[in-house]
């Protein structure tokens, strides 16, 4: 079983960066498929990046695809998400989570989650 912590979150002003990581306890995040998950106040949890277990392929929401990039880290058993050129609208809980099986950006198919770290966008 897997227990993932995320770090890394903070206050940010439009057009800066962060990078969250995803620390997984008990496993190594080569057997899952990571994905990073987000939700903002009022609004439903959208599925932001994924990165399939064994070949590493990513997939990207279409609404950040070129601000934010994941990554692994096999040996650390970390996985990150680096996000460049944040907007307001980029505000949220950032979850990470773990799935056996093929990767996709459907929070139902995750089998852990961690607790969350807040990512803010303001001036």
């Known amino acids: 079983q897997a227990q993932l912590v995320e770090t890394g979150g903070g206050l940010v002003q439009p057009g800066g960066s962060l990078r969250l990581s995803c620390l997984v306890n008990?496993?190594?995040?080569?057997?899952?498929?990571m994905g990073w998950f987000r939700q903002a106040p009022g609004k439903e949890r959208e599925g932001v990046s994924c990165i399939h277990y064994g070949v590493g392929s990513i997939t990207y929401a279409d609404s950040v695809k070129g601000r934010l990039t994941m990554s692994r880290d096999n040996p650390k058993n970390t996985v990150y998400l680096q996000m460049n050129n944040l907007k307001p609208e980029d505000t949220a809980v950032y979850y990470c989570a773990a799935l056996r099986g093929l990767c996709a950006l459907v929070g139902d198919f995750f089998d852990y989650w961690g607790q969350g770290t807040q990512v803010t966008v303001s001036s």
């Open positions: 008990g496993s190594n995040p080569h057997f899952y498929s």
